[in-house]
């Protein structure tokens, strides 16, 4: 039969129906599928050695013949033992094998296999334990490096390596090399036949890395292109000039001194957005740095200029956090602000959007709001948006473009906001385009956050602590992990309702416990928030919905339950919800999980409170997957590249699509088609990037 890349897995000999299905679970259902499974791991089968010469510690291939029927020893139900002696010109080896009976058979008496394990004991007389076998002439899995693959219940690695080297024999010629040949060139990238081959069956070590940093590089070009495309990047555009602003006159409008981090941002941006470049700007500050106040500093110079600023924030709640502590700034200078929601009634809504097409509106504090259809702004000069997690680049650029669709004057500049803290390789992917600064300084006088990290045993004593928090006029939060009883598996987790319900009756019935997660109405939600940052709730029990940039300075304990099932950095994040007062404030987190690599990781957190550390360590820990939600950024799953390990060839990477786009935009000529085609498949979640 002729295989080529479209043939079916199911015309593989070996495969039937049952196991065609959980092939297809492993998104596997052709030739070519097959040749981009690459092996998570490899096992170097390569040494071999006599049986007296083997060394004790390492695995070692060893040729030598069966010299007895191999017998079947049947313990006890489920406990089998076969046993065999195979001899060598040097030695004896005894061989165990656990619960595979059917070897009694298939090894036989007088033949030669190749043998590949720990030698155990010394001299001649070794003993192997389930070592791998193989007849010689067969399939081969030893004296080889072998792949690893992912695998999934009923589909073995044995299996996928003959079904893998079946594909790649029969078709790596065929792959289409669609890496423009001037990129592999200049990048001293291998072929794709050969990158393919030698991925999963590689001759040496070194020919692994040949083929890896092919494959690695190529799927961050197509990232790169299929990003820098997204952007619809026009770096050539001249932005708006605009005249400066001193920080000085800026900093009499403030009731603090700014720090000096704060300070060398607003310089940077002031650099921006007098530059007579389109300003596109990530500030990352851990909570608390005072991202607000530089955002207040970049609405007040585009006032000052004439210009409109859209300042975009995930929730209602942030939104008017927002309106209220920028207009105490800016409203005495005579910024004119405005607050837009979605809970605006119809005629609210329509008379604010008139006002602020009629530019009679200087700052406008919203929510996705201001995205939607009839809000315009003619003079809109910047951009900013706050907690930028929340959304995704696409949203970044629709709102951008709210000024240019109106109007033909320059881009808006824009500053994205960010209080977690992101690992200069996931920057470089997420916001490839952007300048990035970090406010790495908080405010005088914060005392960091005590941390804990405690067990089930402790519970009672963290009751207390709330107790006596509350007895001192201070508020509690309480994070779960899940919201129904039962959701997910593992350990029972704290469901929020039932769980603010039970402490409420049972353990603080003379405290208020409030509860809010995020299956409510948006609107209950807010209600109950806003009742906890007036002071009315003590505790309140949430999942976490709260992550999001909430102020209550009041609150001084953070209590995560589960916590063993969150990410360091959201974490972090959670634990930012205190310390915002003038109060000692500390963070509790509680977990039922033993293992000590888990410890180990919540330890991090009682280690240090450096956003910055700790989003490296998740990212190392955890890989770039749901490091902060990948999906909503449209961003697509790395195969084989890590963006914990791939920096170098990242930043190859990028400066090769650039000079690729910049030298034809388009991607039209015959000869970059196939880059446009693989960069829509990798984004084919996100169809609309390329109109
Ligand atoms: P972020 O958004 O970075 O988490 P905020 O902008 O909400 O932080 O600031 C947190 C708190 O710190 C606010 O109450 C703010 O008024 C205050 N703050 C900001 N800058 C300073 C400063 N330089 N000195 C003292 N307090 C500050
Ligand atoms: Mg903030």
Known sequence: ??????????????????????????????????????????????????????????????????????????????????????????????????????LQNAIREGEEYIFFGRAEGHGGRRRMTNPVVQREGEETVTGCILPVYPLTAGISNNLMVKLCRRAAEACADKLPETLPRRVRQEHQLAAVEYACRQAHFPDSFQTLEVARRRLVFEELFYLAVGLDLLRGRRTDRPGWRMEPCEVEEYQKLLPFPLTDSQRQVMEEIAGDMTGGRPMNRLVQGDVGSGKTAVAGYAAYLCAQNGGQTALMVPTELLAEQHFRSLSALLAP?????????????????????????????????????????????????????????????????????????????????????????????????????????????LPPGRRPVETYLIGEDKRARMYNFVRKLAGEGRQVYIVCPAVEEGEGEGPPLKAATEYAGELQRKVFPDLTVGCVHGKMKPRDKEAVMT????????????????????????????????????????????RGRVGRGSHQSYCVLLTQNTSPDTLARLRVLTAT??????????????????????????????????????????????????????????????????VLERVKRLFAENPDIFN
């Open 609 to 674: 409170t450096d956003g910055f550390r700790i989003a490296e360590e998740d990212l190392r820990l955890r890989g770039p997957g749901d490091f902060f939600g990948a999906r909503q950024h449209g961003l697509p799953q790395l195969k084989v590249a890590s963006l914990a390990g791939d920096v170098r060839l990242l930043r190859e990477a990028q400066d090769a699509a650039r000079e690729v786009l910049a030298e034809d935009p388009g991607l039209s000529r015959p000869e970059h088609r196939p």
């Open 1 to 102: 039969m002729v295989l080529d890349l479209n043939t079916s897995l199911r015309e593989f000999p070996g495969v039937g129906p049952a196991r065609a299905e959980k092939l297809a679970r492993l998104g596997l259902e052709t030739a070519g599928d097959l040749l981009e499974y690459y092996p998570r791991d490899y096992e170097d089968r390569r040494r071999s050695s006599t049986i007296r010469s083997a060394p004790e510690d390492a695995p070692v291939c060893i040729r030598a013949m069966v010299a007895q029927p191999p017998r079947l020893n049947r313990v006890r139900r489920g406990l089998e033992l076969v046993k065999a002696r195979a001899v060598d010109a040097t030695g004896v080896l005894e061989i165990t094998w656990f619960n595979q009976g059917y």
């Open 333 to 441: 200078a005579g910024v004119r602000l405005a607050l837009l929601t979605g809970s605006l009634r119809p005629a609210e809504k329509e008379k604010l959007h008139r006002t602020m097409a009629a530019g009679e509106v200087d700052l406008v504090v919203g929510t996705h709001a201001l995205l939607s259809q009839g809000v315009s702004f003619p003079r809109l000069g910047l951009v900013v948006a706050d907690e930028q997690h929340r959304f995704g680049v696409e949203q970044r650029a629709l709102l951008a473009g709210k000024g240019s669709l109106d109007q033909a004057g320059p881009p808006p500049h824009v500053l994205v906001m960010s209080a977690t803290p992101i690992p200069r390789t996931l920057a470089l992917i997420v916001y490839g385009d952007l300048d990035v600064s970090a406010i790495r300084q």
């Open 531 to 574: 009742a906890f940052a007036r002071g009315e709730l003590q505790v309140l029990v949430s999942t976490t919905v709260i992550e999001v940039g909430v102020d209550v300075p009041n609150a001084a304990l953070m209590v995560v339950e589960n916590a063993e099932r969150f990410g360091l950095s959201q974490l972090h994040q959670l």
